[in-house]
């Protein structure tokens, strides 16, 4: 970028929204916005509750501290701890969750559109990895106390494939990061993906599609 260039978005901080810049939560104005679930207004997050109904509670969730259960078909259980959850995260970009697997257990290839993840393993091992834009795997096995990054936006997983349970606590540089899980996009989409799409893409008939899908769409 040339001087005047620099000096042109040097002066547009002043004058007006920086098309040089890259856009960003705006800062905060007050204390806190403790979300109002229950508000009808419709934002880019949620309406702020008023002060005087704010107590602790908004700002404290129990729901990470015991293992959640993992017999479904994934072998996982994510427990979340956004927004959603503690109404006194809105506007403060930050989130968790928590990660159970049972042996054997995947968090299936999914990107978080809003979000880059930092993974701390609690307990166990997770092999785990994230797929550039290039189509390049990088990919790593972490332990116990090990921290993986993933950035957003782009396609990972974690995997146990220990004999033992293994759990990760999931850090987001966002209040609710949102989670698209590729195959359930995909073959679980409502209205479906139209199977000409998918036999083409995935170079495979539409036998094989329909039987993705009568496993992937919920009875």
């Given at each position: 970028m040339t001087k005047s260039a620099l000096l042109f978005c040097f002066l547009l901080l002043f004058v007006g929204p920086p098309p040089c810049s890259i856009a960003a939560d705006p800062e905060l104005l007050q204390d806190f916005c403790v979300a109002d679930l229950n508000s009808s207004v419709k934002l880019n997050g949620f309406a702020?509750?008023?002060?005087?109904?704010?107590?602790?509670?908004?700002?404290?969730?129990?729901?990470?501290?015991?293992?959640g259960a993992t017999n479904n078909t994934m072998g996982l259980l994510v427990t979340g701890a956004n927004v959603e959850k503690i109404p006194g995260l809105n506007t403060l970009g930050v989130s968790l969750s928590r990660l159970d697997f049972a042996p054997g257990g995947l968090n299936p290839p999914h990107t978080h559109p809003r979000a880059t993840e930092v993974v701390f393993v609690l307990d166990g091992?997770?092999?785990?990895?994230?797929?550039?834009?290039?189509?390049?795997?990088?990919?790593?096995?972490?332990?116990?106390?090990?921290?993986?990054?993933?950035?957003?936006?782009l396609v990972h997983f974690q995997k146990n494939n220990g004999a033992e349970p293994a759990a990760a606590i999931s850090a987001f540089n966002s209040q609710?990061?949102?989670?698209?899980?590729?195959?359930?996009?995909?073959?679980?989409?409502?209205?479906?993906?139209?199977?000409?799409v998918l036999t083409k893409a995935f170079q495979v008939g539409t036998k094989e599609v329909e039987k993705i899908k009568s496993r992937l769409v919920p009875k």
């Open positions: 702020c509750k008023a002060p005087a109904n704010v107590t602790a509670a908004d700002f404290f969730f129990a729901g990470l501290a015991t293992p091992a997770l092999d785990v990895g994230f797929i550039t834009t290039a189509n390049k795997l990088v990919a790593k096995t972490i332990g116990k106390g090990e921290v993986f990054v993933f950035p957003r936006g609710l990061p949102g989670t698209q899980s590729i195959a359930a996009a995909l073959f679980a989409a409502s209205p479906t993906v139209p199977d000409n």
